[in-house]
Structure formats: structure tokens, C-alpha cells
């Protein structure tokens, strides 16, 4: 297997560096003692986590990944560079800051959980998840394959997008979802009150599991690009009107229609379940 360094060891590191049998850093002292509770091989500075590493795979939030980069070529100058900010036309933009000679494939794993941090890490998160690579200036063929390598030996599955493509899918993926999970959350919260807490089920929990997202990871998506957030929210708006409208007619038929064709198509998006 790859010799693998992770640099920020929260759920989507750890999980990484636990599913690679990897090494690891944090800038924290206290996520370094949990991950080496859950048994990572951590180290106390990034250059002694990088020592031999062929890849390094950055997992901080997106503000912070370009500075990162950079120190990464400048401590490491042959190892190649990933990362999996969850906004990839900011980090491409990057990747021409990088020196020449750097090696760098844009990464996004589709994996998360309700838990947080590295306490909440597991080996199988990425088992079958989508894992996007996308191209860069730093990335030549070589780098590429492996970085391909290593997303499979994380168990998941690679899905190349270039930068535009992948940010405006995630409007609809990632933005859109958090957005109409905070919307829900909040219209039930106001019209049941505390004791929503003691009745929902799977389906509420499930529903809304996003809108319990860290602060700022849930800022850095709703401002992403707000105008594109802001179409998918009317988008989401109007279909929501739609159905409110056949509800109030009485229009069982329509009523059903439009169940079943949005049934239909989250099927044909994961047919296993």
C-alpha cells in the first residue's frame, strides 16, 4: 500500500487515515491525542508526518487548504498533493500559486456522518461513495492515477469532474439539501415546539441531519455561490407550491403523480437502497 500522510485529522481525515492505514498531523494537540487513541500513527509536526510520504491528502476546511498546499510543495516538494475541500473552483484557482515542479489532483469525497471529529472516524466511511478528482495545472497523468489508487483503496469509487462542473452539482448535492434541511427543521421547530424531541423518527432525523452541520461548514456552503443557492431554493420552492396547490384541490391524482415520479427518480439515483 501507498505511504500516506493526512494532514487535519477530523471525521473525513481520520476516516482516511484509518481506511489507508496512514499517518497522520493535526494543528491541534488535542485531535493528535485522539487520533492516537484511535490508533493512527500521529506525529507532533507536519514535516515528521510527511517523511517518506508519496501522497499527502489535506483535509481541512476549504479556507485554509490553499495556504496548506503551499507549505506542503515547499516541505515536500515530491509528494504528491490532494485534498477534500468541498468547493474545487477555489482550490484550483490555488494549485497555480503551487511551484512548477508541484504534483497536485484536486480531491471531494461524498461521505460525512451526523457524528463529528475523529472520535467518530471509521475505516468504511467511503466503502462505495462517490470520491470526485478533478484536474488541475499541478497534475499530470501519473499523479493522477495514483491519487485514483488511492481514493479505491479508501473503497471508493472515482468520479472525475472538472472544478465548474463539480461546484454546480454540489448546489444541488450538498447546498441545496442544507438549506432545505434547516428550512424544515426550523418551520417544525416553530409549529410543534420542544416536543418534536421526544416523537421524531428516522425519517425527521434523516431529513434534517444536515442542518445540525458545524456553523461554518454550513456558512461555507450556503455562500458558496449564493445566487446559484439562492435559483435552487426558488427551485425548490416551486415544486413545493405545486404540491401545495394539488393538496389543497383535493387532486389525489396529481397528488400521486408527483410522488411517484420523484420516487422513481430517487431510485434511479442509488438503486441499492
Same mark, same amino acid.
Do not use: C
Given at each position: 500500500? #501507498?505511504?500516506? /500522510?493526512?494532514? @487535519? ?7 482516511? +487515515?484509518? +481506511? ?9 494537540? *488535542?485531535?493528535?491525542? @485522539? ?9 507532533? #509536526? ?5 517523511? @517518506? ?28 498533493? #490532494? ?9 484550483? =484557482?490555488?494549485?497555480?500559486? %503551487?511551484? $512548477? ?12 456522518? =451526523? ?22 495545472? !499541478? ?6 492515477? *495514483?491519487?485514483?489508487? %488511492?481514493?479505491?483503496?479508501? &473503497?471508493?469509487?472515482?468520479?472525475? %469532474? ?11 448535492? =450538498? ?7 434547516? +428550512? ?8 410543534? @415546539? ?5 416523537? /421524531?423518527? $428516522? &425519517? ?11 456553523? /461554518?461548514? +454550513? ?7 449564493? !445566487? ?13 407550491? *405545486? %404540491? ?7 387532486? /389525489? ?21
Amino acid at each position: 500500500m #501507498t505511504r500516506v /500522510a493526512v494532514v @487535519g485529522l477530523g471525521l473525513i481525515g481520520g476516516s482516511a +487515515a484509518l +481506511a489507508l492505514g496512514a499517518r497522520g498531523y493535526d494543528a491541534d494537540p *488535542a485531535v493528535r491525542s @485522539g487520533a492516537r487513541a484511535r490508533g493512527i500513527q500521529t506525529f507532533d #509536526t507536519l514535516a515528521e508526518a510527511l517523511d @517518506g510520504a508519496a501522497i499527502a491528502l489535506t483535509a481541512v476546511p476549504t479556507a485554509a487548504t490553499p495556504r496548506l498546499l503551499r507549505d506542503l510543495a515547499a516541505l515536500a516538494p515530491e509528494t504528491i498533493l #490532494t485534498d477534500t475541500a468541498s468547493l474545487k473552483g477555489p482550490i484550483v =484557482s490555488a494549485a497555480d500559486e %503551487l511551484p $512548477p515542479g508541484a504534483r497536485f489532483v484536486a480531491g471531494h469525497p461524498m461521505a460525512g456522518s =451526523s457524528e463529528r471529529g475523529v472520535e467518530a472516524a471509521t475505516a468504511d466511511l467511503f466503502r462505495n461513495r462517490p470520491w470526485i478528482l478533478t484536474r488541475t495545472s !499541478r497534475t499530470d497523468d501519473g499523479a493522477f492515477d *495514483a491519487v485514483s489508487r %488511492l481514493v479505491r483503496e479508501a &473503497g471508493a469509487r472515482v468520479v472525475p %469532474l472538472d472544478a465548474g462542473r463539480h461546484d454546480r452539482l454540489m448546489t444541488w448535492v =450538498s447546498h441545496a439539501p442544507a438549506a432545505v434541511a434547516a +428550512a424544515l427543521t426550523r418551520a417544525a421547530d416553530d409549529s410543534a @415546539g420542544p416536543v418534536l424531541r421526544d416523537v /421524531a423518527g $428516522p &425519517g425527521f432525523l434523516g431529513t434534517t441531519r444536515v442542518a445540525a452541520q458545524p456553523l /461554518a461548514l +454550513a456558512l461555507e456552503l450556503a455562500l458558496a455561490d449564493p !445566487r446559484a443557492l439562492a435559483d435552487a431554493i426558488d427551485g425548490v420552492r416551486d415544486e413545493l407550491a *405545486a %404540491l401545495s396547490a394539488a393538496l389543497r384541490r383535493g387532486d /389525489a391524482a396529481v397528488v400521486e403523480d408527483y410522488l411517484e415520479r420523484a420516487g422513481a427518480a430517487r431510485r434511479a439515483m442509488n438503486p441499492s437502497g
